[in-house]
């Protein structure tokens, strides 16, 4: 049990809609990282939060953002949904720099 | 841009051998890499983190390595357990993910 949970666990969608992952992170970590897993691939960065701003992002288009909240959680929006959407989303918790812990994943179906 | 790569990307092993699993990053600028276990279709569960400023971390069975002149880190698995089959991953930065490799340790 990391302290890291996120909701929905499963979810299905119909291309072209918009999506929202949530993630709360483990008490007094300031940074949240958000990951998309393909099946039999290995996570792949979207971008990082830290004490609200934006800290990092990886090669993924504007359609994907995200918040930070003051209390740390996060969210994820994906608008229009596209059919290689479809993946495992995964956030992370840590402090900056320091060993990260992940939740369970957001299971995305875009049909 | 940080590349990291895991080799092999598969094992099978017999019950109670030792490993070894490895990861090379093309970044010697990092300040910390970190191993990962994933059971199908489930979250990360974190292993071992090592900082820039450490050779190696132990845990257990486990232990990793990190050279970052080489760009490589190890994990070596002893006495191996079917439980201990997974997909091990490494990560640079937090960010930087390799593909991972795939371990089945055979009863």
Request: charged share 15%; aromatic share 10%.
């Amino acid at each position: 049990e990391t302290g890291v949970t996120q909701s929905p666990t499963h979810l299905i969608k119909t291309r072209g809609q918009q999506v929202t992952l949530r993630c709360s992170s483990q008490s007094g970590h300031n940074t949240v990282s958000w990951y998309q897993q393909a099946l039999g691939q290995g996570p792949q960065f979207i971008f990082q939060y830290y004490r609200e701003e934006e800290n990092g992002r990886g090669n993924f288009p504007p359609r994907f953002s995200g918040l930070q909240f003051p209390n740390y959680s996060s969210e994820l929006n994906v608008n229009a949904l596209e059919l290689d959407d479809s993946a495992l989303y995964l956030c992370a918790s840590s402090f900056v720099g320091r060993e990260a812990f992940f939740g369970q994943g957001t299971r995305l179906t875009v049909v | 841009k940080q590349e990291v790569t895991q080799i092999p990307a598969a094992l099978s092993v017999p019950e109670g051998e030792n490993l070894v699993l490895n990861c090379s990053f093309t970044d010697s600028a990092i300040y910390n890499l970190q191993w990962f276990r994933q059971d199908p279709g489930k979250g990360l569960t974190s292993l071992l983190l090592i900082q820039s400023s450490q050779r190696e971390q132990t845990s257990g069975r486990l232990n990793a390595s990190l050279d970052k002149s080489s760009g490589r880190s190890t994990l070596y698995i002893a006495a191996s357990q079917p439980g201990d089959s997974a997909t091990y991953l490494c990560a640079a930065n937090d960010m930087r993910f390799g593909a991972g490799t795939r371990l089945t340790v055979k009863p």
